[in-house]
Structure formats: structure tokens, C-alpha cells
């Protein structure tokens, strides 16, 4: 179970008038601490979303707001003049000291956002609508970017979607064996070794380096509510230098099954190909006019990649004693590393298939 914070005695640290009213814990993220928080403003309560971030896997704060704070600058310069702009990209709070992050007592780092009204977020896709507009959303936010000027940003985690290193890891997780749960994960440690050959594949590849979200899981786009659109990319700790094809890959991952990330009957988790059409689509749509042929060409083996490299992740975790994922019960990270599984399996199903329609798509 994860700790309680303070989060109302931090969010009084930030510029919001009126009074506080209440915070009580938000959203499914597995490493940062979000808060909803409520304040009385005249006559009317107004939502901010309040978050501590974790320290321990985020070791600079400030860098990673430093990053932030540029890339909503960036976006919110960009949609200036579309309507509802305020409602298309995350606006900070500034805290009391005028700093975009406040740090309290305990040492925890506290950042505020106001709250998008009228829009959502989902766990789990439901519709082929959805899994479009996911993708352009996020294409566009890569599009958006690219004409961020330097510096580069801060690699607030270095070597995130390095596969290789991610294995490595693995492999060391397995020959320590801290926890003695190698044997009950037998079979995802043979599925995870059979499968080595392909870490490398996107890092040489030579694809060129752009500014990338690379948690593009389908929770972190907010839906509009009356219009059903992608109005809202949020949770930016992890945008940094990266490849366009971990955030494709990851879309891959979290929006072409209809089962949760954790899900324990295998049987629902699979790869629904009018999912992943509509994903190629929509992110074509927004990204299509600046990636490269190398790109494109990768689209649909960036899906077995990413959900190989979060497999690895998941089932490095349970090895080494659920140290960096927070869990739930028991297994928790065993049974989210059999979905990754489960789900590479339906990949390998319809592989050819997928190419066929990326080698068409973006013709
Ligand atoms: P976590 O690391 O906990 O996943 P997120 O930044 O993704 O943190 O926020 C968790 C959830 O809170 C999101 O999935 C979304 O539903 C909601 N959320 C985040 N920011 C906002 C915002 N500014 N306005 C409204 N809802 C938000
Ligand atoms: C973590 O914080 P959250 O839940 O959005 C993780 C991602 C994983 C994801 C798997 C910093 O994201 O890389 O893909 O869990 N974030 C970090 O659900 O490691
Ligand atoms: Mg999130």
C-alpha cells in the first residue's frame, strides 16, 4: 500500500486563492503520488490536480521541472489561438515562492496543475474512436515539439527505453534472485530469454532523436467528454530525448487490449487489430508529415518492443522484490508481466498482418 502524504498542507503552499476545502488521492499512476484538490473560490469549488513526485526514481526535481515548465510554455505558445486553448495543454500553479515546485518538510517535491474540466481519462480502451484519437493526441504533441529550441532537455531517467539495459537488468534480477521468486516465474523468465535477439533492434536502427512523452499509456491523454477528442496530453515527468516509436510503441501496448494492465484472465488480453488500425491512423494523421521512411517501417514492431521492454520491467520488479512499481497484492507485477506476455503472443499472431497494413497506411 502506498504512503499517505500531506497533500493539502502542500497544496496551501501554492498560489490558489480562496480556501482549501479537501485532497483525496487521483488517478492509477504506479510511481508519482496524484491529488485532487478542492478550493473554495467566491462562490464556486475549483479542482487542481497535486502531485509529489517521486524522488527516489526522479532524483532531480528541479531538472525535471525545468523540462516542464519549457514544454507547456512551448505548447501552450502553439495553441494559443485555438479555441478552448486553456483546456489543450497542463498550466502550472506557481508555488508561494514563485518556483514551479514547492519542497516541504519531509522533503517531498509538490507540483500543482489546474484541472481540465469536462474531460476524462480511461484504464482501459473501449472504443476504435478512442484509440484514434489517443494516437493523433499524442502525435500531434511530438509534432508540436519539434520545434522546441535548445537547449535539449534534461533525460530526467537516463537510458528509460534503452531495451538492452533493460534486460541486462533482468538478467542480473534472475542470477540474484533476492527474493527466491525465480521459480514461480519460471516461465516468463524462458518467455523473456527467448525473445533477447529483438532489445536491440530500434536502438540501431539510426532513427533520428526527437522530443518524446514516452509514457504515452492511453490514461495519460484526457478525452473531451461532449466531443469524445483527445484534447489533453498529461503526465509530462518522462518527455525527454527520446524516439518516436517508444511513444507509438506504447500505445501499442496500453490501447489495443481491451483488458486492464493487471488483468489476471489472460483470455481477454489480446491485440484487437481495429484497435491498432485506428492507432496507425490517427498517429499518421497528426505525425505522418515528419517521420522517415525508417520510421514508418518500424511502426508495428515498436508494439512488440515496447510491450517486450514493460514485460522485462514488470517481471524485473517481482525478481528483484517489488521495489519500483507500487503494488497492490500479492503478484501484482508477476500477474502485470503476464499481460505484457499475453499480449506480445497476439502481436506474434498477427505480426504479418500489421505490416501489411503500416506498409499501406503509409503509402
Ligand atoms: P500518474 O503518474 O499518477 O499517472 P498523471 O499525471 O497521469 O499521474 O495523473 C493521473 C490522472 O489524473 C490522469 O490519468 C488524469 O485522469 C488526471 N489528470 C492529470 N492531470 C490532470 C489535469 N490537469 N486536469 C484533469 N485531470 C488530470
Ligand atoms: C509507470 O507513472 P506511470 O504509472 O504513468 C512507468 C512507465 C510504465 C508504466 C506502466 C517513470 O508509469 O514507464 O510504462 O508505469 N513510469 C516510470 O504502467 O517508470
Ligand atoms: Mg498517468
Same mark, same amino acid.
Given at each position: 500500500?502506498?504512503?499517505?502524504?500531506?497533500?493539502?498542507?502542500?497544496?496551501?503552499?501554492?498560489?490558489?486563492?480562496?480556501?482549501?476545502?479537501?485532497?483525496?488521492?487521483?488517478?492509477?499512476?504506479?510511481?508519482?503520488?496524484?491529488?485532487?484538490?478542492?478550493?473554495?473560490?467566491?462562490?464556486?469549488?475549483?479542482?487542481?490536480?497535486?502531485?509529489?513526485?517521486?524522488?527516489?526514481?526522479?532524483?532531480?526535481?528541479?531538472?525535471?521541472?525545468?523540462?516542464?515548465?519549457?514544454?507547456?510554455?512551448?505548447?501552450?505558445?502553439?495553441?494559443?489561438?485555438?479555441?478552448?486553448?486553456?483546456?489543450?495543454?497542463?498550466?502550472?500553479?506557481?508555488?508561494?515562492?514563485?518556483?514551479?515546485?514547492?519542497?516541504?518538510?519531509?522533503?517531498?517535491?509538490?507540483?500543482?496543475?489546474? *484541472?481540465?474540466?469536462?474531460? !476524462?481519462? +480511461?484504464? %482501459?480502451? &473501449?472504443?476504435?474512436?478512442? =484509440?484514434?484519437? @489517443?494516437? #493523433? $493526441?499524442?502525435?500531434?504533441?511530438?509534432?508540436?515539439?519539434?520545434?522546441?529550441?535548445?537547449?535539449?532537455?534534461?533525460?530526467?531517467?537516463?537510458? *528509460?527505453?534503452?531495451?538492452? !539495459?533493460? +534486460?541486462? %537488468?533482468? &538478467?542480473?534480477?534472475?542470477? =540474484?534472485?533476492? @527474493?527466491? #521468486? $525465480?521459480?514461480?516465474?519460471?516461465?516468463?523468465?524462458?518467455?523473456?530469454?527467448?525473445?533477447?535477439?529483438?532489445?536491440?533492434?530500434?536502438?540501431?536502427?539510426?532513427?533520428?532523436? !526527437?522530443?518524446?512523452?514516452?509514457?504515452?499509456?492511453?490514461?495519460?491523454?484526457?478525452?473531451?467528454?461532449?466531443?469524445?477528442?483527445?484534447?489533453?496530453?498529461?503526465?509530462?515527468?518522462?518527455?525527454?530525448?527520446?524516439?518516436?516509436?517508444?511513444?507509438?510503441?506504447?500505445?501499442?501496448?496500453?490501447?489495443?487490449?481491451?483488458?486492464?494492465?493487471?488483468?489476471?484472465?489472460?483470455?481477454?488480453?489480446?491485440?484487437?487489430?481495429?484497435?491498432?488500425?485506428?492507432?496507425?491512423?490517427?498517429?499518421?494523421?497528426?505525425?505522418?508529415?515528419?517521420?522517415?521512411?525508417?520510421?514508418?517501417?518500424?511502426?508495428?514492431?515498436?508494439?512488440?518492443?515496447?510491450?517486450?521492454?514493460?514485460?522485462?520491467?514488470?517481471?524485473?520488479?517481482?525478481?528483484?522484490?517489488?521495489?519500483?512499481?507500487?503494488?497492490?497484492?500479492?503478484?501484482?507485477?508477476?500477474?502485470?508481466?503476464?499481460?505484457?506476455?499475453?499480449?506480445?503472443?497476439?502481436?506474434?499472431?498477427?505480426?504479418?498482418?500489421?505490416?501489411?497494413?503500416?506498409?499501406?497506411?503509409?503509402?
Amino acid at each position: 500500500m502506498s504512503k499517505e502524504y500531506d497533500a493539502g498542507a502542500a497544496a496551501r503552499q501554492f498560489q490558489i486563492d480562496g480556501e482549501y476545502i479537501s485532497a483525496a488521492r487521483y488517478g492509477s499512476g504506479h510511481i508519482n503520488d496524484t491529488y485532487c484538490a478542492v478550493f473554495r473560490q467566491g462562490g464556486a469549488e475549483m479542482r487542481f490536480i497535486i502531485q509529489r513526485i517521486n524522488h527516489s526514481i526522479f532524483n532531480n526535481p528541479s531538472a525535471l521541472m525545468e523540462n516542464v515548465q519549457r514544454v507547456t510554455a512551448h505548447l501552450a505558445a502553439q495553441v494559443a489561438d485555438e479555441p478552448d486553448s486553456d483546456r489543450r495543454v497542463l498550466t502550472l500553479i506557481p508555488a508561494r515562492d514563485g518556483r514551479s515546485w514547492h519542497v516541504d518538510a519531509e522533503g517531498s517535491h509538490w507540483r500543482v496543475y489546474r *484541472f481540465i474540466e469536462r474531460a !476524462r481519462t +480511461f484504464d %482501459a480502451v &473501449e472504443t476504435t474512436e478512442q =484509440a484514434f484519437q @489517443a494516437a #493523433r $493526441a499524442f502525435g500531434r504533441f511530438q509534432q508540436l515539439l519539434s520545434s522546441l529550441s535548445a537547449p535539449r532537455l534534461h533525460d530526467t531517467i537516463p537510458g *528509460f527505453h534503452n531495451t538492452p !539495459r533493460r +534486460f541486462a %537488468a533482468l &538478467e542480473q534480477a534472475i542470477a =540474484a534472485d533476492v @527474493a527466491g #521468486r $525465480a521459480k514461480p516465474a519460471a516461465k516468463e523468465i524462458e518467455f523473456a530469454l527467448a525473445r533477447k535477439s529483438i532489445s536491440g533492434v530500434l536502438l540501431q536502427a539510426n532513427l533520428p532523436e !526527437r522530443v518524446t512523452h514516452n509514457d504515452t499509456k492511453f490514461s495519460n491523454v484526457l478525452m473531451d467528454e461532449t466531443t469524445g477528442e483527445g484534447i489533453c496530453v498529461v503526465d509530462l515527468d518522462t518527455v525527454m530525448p527520446g524516439l518516436a516509436l517508444y511513444d507509438f510503441g506504447d500505445m501499442v501496448r496500453t490501447t489495443t487490449s481491451p483488458a486492464m494492465e493487471d488483468e489476471r484472465d489472460l483470455s481477454r488480453v489480446t491485440m484487437q487489430f481495429p484497435m491498432f488500425e485506428a492507432l496507425v491512423r490517427g498517429y499518421l494523421e497528426s505525425a505522418g508529415g515528419f517521420l522517415t521512411k525508417e520510421e514508418k517501417q518500424l511502426l508495428a514492431f515498436s508494439g512488440k518492443l515496447i510491450t517486450f521492454e514493460q514485460g522485462v520491467r514488470f517481471l524485473g520488479d517481482y525478481l528483484a522484490g517489488d521495489t519500483y512499481y507500487k503494488v497492490h497484492r500479492e503478484g501484482h507485477n508477476l500477474d502485470r508481466c503476464r499481460t505484457q506476455f499475453k499480449l506480445i503472443q497476439s502481436i506474434e499472431e498477427q505480426e504479418e498482418k500489421m505490416e501489411r497494413l503500416v506498409k499501406t497506411a503509409s503509402h
